[in-house]
């Protein structure tokens, strides 16, 4: 089974930025999209961002423009790197591999937190 371990998550302040890791315990880039998801307290968890096995990227509007995922195939990781954090920004964020809109391939992992304020 995969096993994913995101870390990177912490305290900053609005304007800022942080870049998450996801580092997945075997080589599945090739064969499966991953994604970045996020939950704040009382809320469900909403995927932000996509990247195919092909390179491509897709993201919601709540923050296209402002995160980017990313990949190095070699240490099997992928990040997103967040600029402009907003208040609304704070939540857990996990990766995964979406199946279908509301099913994913792995496990979740312990996910990391992502607060801001100033």
């Known amino acids: 089974q995969v096993q994913l371990v995101e870390s990177g998550g912490g305290l900053v302040q609005p304007g800022g930025s942080l870049r998450l890791s996801c580092a997945a315990s075997?080589?599945?880039?090739?064969?499966?999209?991953m994604g970045w998801y996020r939950q704040a307290p009382g809320k469900q968890r909403e995927l932000g961002a996509t990247?195919?096995?092909?390179?491509?990227?897709n993201y919601t509007d709540s923050v296209k423009g402002r995160f980017t995922i990313s990949r190095d195939r070699a240490k099997n990781t992928v990040y997103m790197q967040m600029n402009s954090l907003k208040p609304e920004d704070p939540a857990f964020y996990y990766c995964?591999?979406?199946?279908?809109?509301?099913?994913?391939?792995?496990?979740w992992g312990q996910g990391t937190q992502v607060t801001v304020s100033s």
């Open positions: 995964n591999a979406p199946k279908s809109v509301t099913s994913n391939w792995f496990s």
């Open positions: 990247l195919t096995p092909g390179g491509s990227a």
């Open positions: 075997g080589s599945i880039f090739r064969f499966y999209a």
